[in-house]
């Protein structure tokens, strides 16, 4: 059964920054593309940014520059740094292994993590 836990999301004044966290089942994880989603209020769902198993990452024209994903493979995490933030930034955040060809999610989503970005 894939478990997929999301934290550290909170509301922070533009400007600031936040680190999120995603704990992910160990069968999903050491094998797959992390990635990290975000859906704000009347939008779909959309991919931020993605990291391989070995490290290599990719990102939304919208955050790159701005955010940074990284990996510890020995807990089964993936983290999203998010530095200057915007509101436009304001969504919840999800978490998910991801398709290699076309950054899909692969599994059930887990309950995401509020980001509120507003003064």
């Known amino acids: 059964q894939v478990h997929l836990v999301e934290s550290g999301g909170g509301l922070v004044q533009p400007g600031g920054s936040l680190r999120l966290s995603c704990a992910a089942s160990?069968?999903?994880?050491?094998?797959?593309?992390m990635g990290w989603y975000r859906q704000a209020p009347g939008k779909e769902r959309e991919l931020v940014a993605t990291?391989?198993?070995?490290?290599?990452?990719n990102y939304a024209d919208s955050v790159k520059g701005r955010f940074t994903i990284s990996r510890d493979n020995a807990k089964n995490t993936v983290y999203l740094q998010m530095n200057s933030l915007k509101p436009d930034d304001t969504a919840v955040y999800y978490c998910?292994?991801?398709?290699?060809?076309?950054?899909?999610?692969?599994?059930?989503w887990g309950q995401g993590t509020q980001v509120t970005v507003s003064s």
């Open positions: 160990g069968s999903i994880f050491s094998i797959n593309v």
């Open positions: 990291i391989t198993s070995g490290g290599s990452t």
């Open positions: 998910n292994a991801a398709s290699r060809i076309t950054g899909a999610p692969l599994y059930n």
